[in-house]
């Protein structure tokens, strides 16, 4: 019996030398939509909170708009969500 052929893309938007944007930011993103904290969607992906907050500002920088807002915690509670853009 033959295997299933599949076909896979991966694409990245390339800015000034530097990966604006490609599957592993996307993965983030998509934590982010799930769980609404930065923390959360970067440990689900094995990275350091500081690799994925540093993913994020890249993120927000690169774009004409934030891809992501955010709220510190404390008594009220903290969190991300994805905005608009």
Known sequence: MASKK????????????E????????D???GIAETGSIAAAGRRMG???????TLVDALNTQFSSPLVSSS???AAGGGA???ET
């Open 81 to 83: 969500r994805l905005t």
């Open 19 to 26: 990966i604006a944007f490609g599957p592993g930011k996307a």
């Open 47 to 53: 990275m350091s909170y500081k690799r994925a907050w």
């Open 28 to 30: 983030l993103l998509d």
């Open 6 to 17: 599949y076909i896979k893309l991966r694409a990245r938007l390339i800015r000034d030398e």
């Open 72 to 74: 510190r915690g404390g």
